[in-house]
């Protein structure tokens, strides 16, 4: 679905942001893109979607090398949700917010198509459709920006740090509402997030950056076991996985609270 | 174009001056050009200009504004050979006169533009709004909101870029379409742009509110800014200059 | 240091309070962390607290805030920022300076702090936060972090009784956001600062902060010590709240083994809890 081949990109101003990257990502899966800030994983996500091209080696997705076609045309295949929602809303209600997304890529389907289509959409994400973008809470906003992606239908789901600024209840309706599309529909999902818990729950594979290049490559669970790995790229595991490296061995497989409940009564805390 | 009024740390002549000669050079710069009447005196005003670039060190920056001034003034140019009608054709419709007149308004938007985005280059901002306050005792709340909005451009210009990219991502064809019709596409963004801007604004003021905005007075500054001999140098320099565009 | 009083506050042409009946009292030198969902008035609180309400945004106020004893309505705020320092979410709309030089001497410029404490004051907050080298920076060259920390610096220069923060880590990464807490404590414990933090990262905000307030639609509906808030972790992920993965462990762990654990809410106690199990 995507492949990157020795991709390197410079900003004009600066040094190399991405050097030598290369990875494949396959149709379905879940990967979360770790690092700390400014290691190139927004440059990552932006190369990928075609916002910016190489400047050397080639980036390809579905089939398309990016320095060949336009963005704008892939937005039909690729969905880009940002940090910041405000960014992307720019219609006055929220109706006509996924009205928009969908007119700017599926014209050719009619208008009562898409008017359907964005109902549809609509009542799944529980809006009304009238509210007025502006005087939603944040975490609202980031809903319809996901919601005015997803319309389109996207068969490639890229997220830029989609839950920072959000409360728990909202990061939870995003991300569970992203899981459900990567599980049913087979989205692939490519996400940069810094939050290692909900990096945990939701992704199966991790890319690690640091300096602009990749340093590990694999499932979630094993890059987070690897301590040295984390000092290298600054990341910091989750905790139940932080506290099963400490204890030590017997509790390598406990990645979760549940998981370290069962191996602590098994092994030693007596059950009444 | 974001960079466009940056600050450019150095130790180049033009940083050392003070920030009020500074500003005198440019209106200098200005006033000169609008005086004098002779296209060869105006092309010297900005080979002065370029030459006051490459001494501050920032040569790739003043060209880049020149470029940018220079699409400006090709069309200006044009309207302005068009429309005039004085004087003897030297093709179609375009006279001589007419050559002349553009010639040397073109010349003088250019030869005044680029002093005042060259200060910015070379001054930090926060100099230049102290000493307006210390020396030519401006109230502070006019030279905050100068230099605010000042500071404010490429913030600006970096979120419509961020608004555009986010656009093109989601199908709006930011990144086939060209000149008007790009302009229309770029309309309908500034409601959002402009409802961030405005929260962002208030909360610069608070921000400033609580760390005494309202107890600054002329004397408030830490940093003094004396006039040296450079500086002296510079006003006279500035004298010769208008001396010229009067008697030339 | 913070003695808050049945406050009701509703922002000028809102239909809704977005606090009442806020009662909350913070002693000097305390670490407090305040946590919501969006909306519950965590940002209102803050601004209550430096006195921005009622001086910048005005409404309906009733009930008092003291601050040192000072009642912030009565108090100017230019003599209340004196006393509390305030870091805002959006940290670019804080930064007023070009350069980090000025953005830390704006407010002892305006404050009239005599020339000649200047310099010792600068390299103290430089130092302190641990930016002595961006010094001569321009803002626009800082990453978010860095900038984070220049804008706290600004505020420490000013050797400030609270610091105020609101979300102070929203965009930084776990190290970095780590890196500010650390540096927070550091101040809350060798100068005694009072720090009030509003911050959507549970793990850090329970990990660092002595005393927790957990806000819901305008209203205190828990506070107290970190651990003892905690231990209610069933009931705030109710309200919507997270809690750390080690306060679920703890309470998994007590339900399991039947018998009560203490709460632990940072890794280290977990560790401790979990070997003090075992043997």
């Known amino acids: 679905m995507i492949r990157l081949d020795h991709v390197s990109f410079n900003y004009p101003a600066q040094g190399a942001t991405v050097r030598d990257l290369s990875f494949h990502i396959e149709k379905g899966e ?26 050397e080696g080639k980036v390809v997705i579905g089939g398309k090398d990016t320095a060949a076609a336009r963005v704008s045309e892939r937005a039909r295949q690729v969905g880009f949700l940002f940090q910041n929602p405000d960014r992307q809303i720019c219609k006055n209600t929220v109706r006509d917010e996924i009205l928009f997304g969908l007119c700017s890529v599926r014209k050719e389907d009619g208008e009562d198509t898409l008017r359907k289509r964005a109902d549809e959409v609509l009542s799944d994400f529980g809006f009304s459709g009238d509210e007025e973008p502006f005087s939603l809470s944040r975490g609202q906003r980031q809903r319809v920006a996901l919601a005015s992606i997803l319309a389109v239908e996207p068969d490639v789901l890229l997220l830029d740090e989609p839950t920072t600024g959000l409360d728990y209840r909202e990061c939870c309706h995003i991300m569970d509402r992203v899981a459900r599309m990567n599980r049913e529909k087979g989205v692939t999902v490519v996400m940069v997030c810094h939050d290692m818990e909900v990096v945990l729950d939701y992704a199966r594979r991790a890319l690690v950056m640091a300096n602009g290049q990749l340093l590990a490559d694999g499932p979630v669970r094993t890059v987070f076991r690897d301590a040295e790995l984390a000092e290298k790229a600054s990341i910091l595991p989750p905790q139940m996985i932080g506290l099963s490296l400490r204890l030590g061995a017997g509790f390598e497989a406990a990645d979760t609270a549940e998981a370290l409940t069962e191996i602590i009564v098994s092994k030693g805390g007596i059950p009444v | 174009m974001r960079d466009l009024f940056q600050y450019v740390p150095g130790t180049s002549l033009l940083h050392r001056l003070n920030p009020v000669t500074k500003l005198l050079l440019t209106v200098v710069i200005c006033v000169a050009a609008f005086i004098t009447d002779r296209l060869i005196f105006l092309l010297g005003l900005l080979a002065l200009d370029l030459l006051i670039g490459f001494i501050a060190g ?17 069309f200006l140019f044009i309207l302005q050979a068009l429309l005039t009608r004085k004087g003897t054709p030297v093709f179609w419709i375009v006279t001589d006169t007419g050559l002349l007149t553009a010639g040397k308004v073109v010349l003088r938007l250019m030869v005044v533009c680029m002093p005042l985005a060259l200060v910015l280059a070379v001054t930090k901002i926060n100099d230049l709004a102290n000493a307006l306050v210390q020396v030519l005792h401006v109230p502070y709340p006019y030279a905050f909101t100068i230099t605010t909005a000042i500071r404010f451009i490429p913030q600006f210009l970096s979120e419509m870029d961020d608004i555009m990219e986010a656009q093109t991502a989601r199908g709006v064809e930011f990144d086939a379409a060209k000149g008007f019709r790009k302009l229309g596409m770029i309309l309908p963004l500034c409601a959002p742009l402009l409802i961030s801007s405005v929260r962002r604004s208030e909360q610069t003021a608070v921000a400033a509110e609580v760390r005494g905005f309202h107890l600054r007075t002329a004397v408030s500054g830490y940093k003094q800014y004396p006039f040296q001999w450079i500086d002296l140098g510079a006003v006279l320099f500035c004298c010769a200059l208008i001396a010229a565009a009067i008697l030339l | 240091m913070i003695d808050i009083q049945d406050l009701t506050f509703t922002y000028k042409d809102e239909p809704a309070p977005a606090l009442s009946g806020i009662s909350l009292t913070v002693t000097d030198g305390a670490f407090l962390g305040i946590i919501g969902p969006a909306g519950a008035g965590k940002t209102t609180l803050i601004r209550a607290v430096s ?5 910048h945004y005005t409404g309906d106020y009733y009930g008092s805030v003291r601050v040192n004893g000072l009642d912030t309505v009565d108090t100017p705020l230019t003599d209340l920022s004196r006393l509390v320092g305030m870091v805002f979410q959006d940290v670019d709309s804080q930064i007023i300076s070009s350069v980090v030089e000025d953005e830390l001497l704006y407010g002892l410029e305006n404050f009239g702090v005599p020339r000649e404490e200047i310099p010792s004051r600068l390299e103290f907050a ?11 920076r321009t803002i626009a060259s800082l990453s978010g972090g860095q900038r984070q920390k220049v804008a706290i610096a600004s505020v420490i220069a000013l050797r400030p009784r609270v610091l105020v923060l609101d979300e102070p880590t929203g965009e930084l990464d776990p190290r970095s956001s780590r890196q500010i807490f650390s540096l927070l404590k550091a101040l809350n414990r060798e100068y005694g600062i009072t ?10 905000l329970c990990e660092f902060a002595d005393m927790l307030a957990v806000l819901d639609q305008g209203k205190i509906v828990r506070q107290g010590k970190t651990r003892e808030v905690l231990a209610r972790s069933d009931e705030l992920e109710a309200l919507g709240v997270n809690c750390p993965r080690v306060t679920l462990l703890t309470r998994l762990l007590s339900e399991r083994l039947g018998k009560s654990l203490p709460v632990s809410v940072s890794l280290d106690e977990a560790e401790k809890l979990v070997r003090g199990l075992m043997q």
């Open chain 1, 30 to 55: 879940f990967v979360a893109v770790l690092g700390a800030n400014g290691a190139g994983k927004t440059t990552t996500m932006k190369l990928i979607d075609g916002l910016i091209k190489p400047t």
């Open chain 2, 58 to 74: 920032v040569p790739k920056k003043t060209v880049n504004i020149l470029k940018g001034l220079l699409r400006i003034a090709l």
């Open chain 3, 51 to 55: 006195g921005v309400i009622p001086h």
């Open chain 3, 126 to 136: 430089l130092d302190r936060v641990g930016i002595a080298d961006l010094r001569d």
């Open chain 3, 195 to 204: 720090v009030v933090v509003v911050e959507q990262k549970i793990m850090l």
